[in-house]
Structures are given as structure tokens and as C-alpha cells.
């Protein structure tokens, strides 16, 4: 299957100043480059998977150790092993992703399930701060350290499902 898409429009005059800027973008010789290229979409699509499966593969194990799975290794160590592996996979996952969003700013900005996924990506980095920085955790209640890491379980494979739905649902 192509993957490539072909740009959809947004116009008319209640179009906000970011939504323009954004629009703008899509624009761009790099947003072309993106559209056009035979290989460039794939391979930024194959990046952001691979940005996926870092941040996913460490939160996981992670947040799973926080709700109490396994006595050891002690969960700040965990934290301090796998923190940088998710760090490295949202950057990568976010770097990406606005790539991909250059191929059709239009159709992304008249689709709410991607406003949806990137509220989701905000409150699950909201709660990998909570959660992740090592100092913090020990002086979370266990109440909080549950609840932040029962969020962060739900947040990202949501976030998952709503990336992987976003093919299917037109704007
Ligand atoms: C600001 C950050 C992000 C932006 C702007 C973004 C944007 C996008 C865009 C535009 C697509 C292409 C959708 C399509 O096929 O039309 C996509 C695909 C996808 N995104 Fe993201 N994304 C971001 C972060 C993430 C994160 C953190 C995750 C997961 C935890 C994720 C999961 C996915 C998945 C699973 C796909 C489908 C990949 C495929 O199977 O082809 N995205 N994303």
C-alpha cells in the first residue's frame, strides 16, 4: 500500500493564526520532500515506530514495577535504567511525528481524533514527570505513585491505538 498521502484542503475565514502557520508548513520544501519522496515518508514512518517501541518498551516495565510487580531491582534504579530509553524514544516519536504531520497539515487539523492523540501525549508526559523523576518518587504517597503510574499504563498504549488509528479516520 502507498503510504505516501496526498495533501487535503483547509481554508476559509475563521482559520485561527497557528492553524495558518501550521498550514504554512505543510508548504515547505521539506513538507514536499515528505509527500513526494519515494522512500521519505517510509522511512520516517519506520523512525516513529521505532521511537514507539523504545518509549512503550520502557514505560511498561517501568510503570509496572511502580504498581508493585517484583520486590527487586528497587524501583528508583529501574527508573534510573529505563528513564533515558523513553526519553530518547518520545524525542525521536515527536521529532517524527511532526514530520509526518508536514504531509498533510490540513487533513491532521480537520481530524479531532489527532487533537485527542496529542492531549494524550501531554497528559501521559505529564504524568511521566510525576512518576519518573527519582527524587520525587520515593516522596510520592503510594497512592500517587499508583495512580500516576496507572495513568502513564493506560495513557501510552492509547496514544498507540489512537496513532495507528489515525490512517483509518478521515478529517
Ligand atoms: C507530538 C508527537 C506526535 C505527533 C505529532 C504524531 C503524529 C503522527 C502522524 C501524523 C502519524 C501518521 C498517521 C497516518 O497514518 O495518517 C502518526 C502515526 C502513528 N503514531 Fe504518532 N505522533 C506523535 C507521537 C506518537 C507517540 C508518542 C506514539 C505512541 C506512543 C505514536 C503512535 C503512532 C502510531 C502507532 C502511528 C501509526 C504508525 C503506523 O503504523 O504506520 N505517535 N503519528
Not at 520532500?33 to 521519505?40: E, M
Not at 514507539?52 to 518498551?57: F, K, M, N, S, Y
Request: glycine share 10%.
Amino acid at each position: 500500500m502507498d503510504r505516501r498521502r496526498a495533501p487535503r484542503a483547509l481554508s476559509g475565514p475563521h482559520l485561527t493564526l497557528v492553524e495558518a502557520l501550521l498550514l504554512g508548513l505543510g508548504e515547505t520544501a521539506l513538507a514536499e520532500w515528505v509527500r513526494l519522496s519515494r522512500w521519505g515518508y517510509a522511512a520516517i514512518n519506520t523512525l516513529h515506530v521505532l521511537g514507539i517501541a523504545l518509549l512503550v518498551g520502557a514505560i511498561l516495565p517501568m510503570d509496572l514495577r511502580l504498581l508493585g510487580c517484583r520486590r527487586s531491582p528497587a524501583r528508583a534504579d529501574v527508573v534510573r535504567l529505563l528513564r533515558p530509553w523513553a526519553m530518547t524514544g518520545l524525542a525521536l516519536a515527536v521529532i517524527t511525528g511532526a514530520l509526518l504531520f508536514l504531509a498533510d497539515p490540513a487533513g491532521y487539523l480537520a481530524t479531532p481524533l489527532f487533537f485527542f492523540k496529542l492531549g494524550l501525549i501531554a497528559l501521559g508526559i505529564v504524568s511521566a514527570l510525576v512518576v519518573t523523576l527519582t527524587a520525587v518518587i520515593e516522596g510520592l504517597s503510594r497512592g500517587q505513585r499508583l495512580a500516576a503510574a496507572g495513568l502513564s499504563l493506560l495513557v501510552w498504549p492509547s496514544v498507540l491505538v489512537a496513532g495507528r488509528m489515525l490512517a483509518y479516520v478521515g478529517g
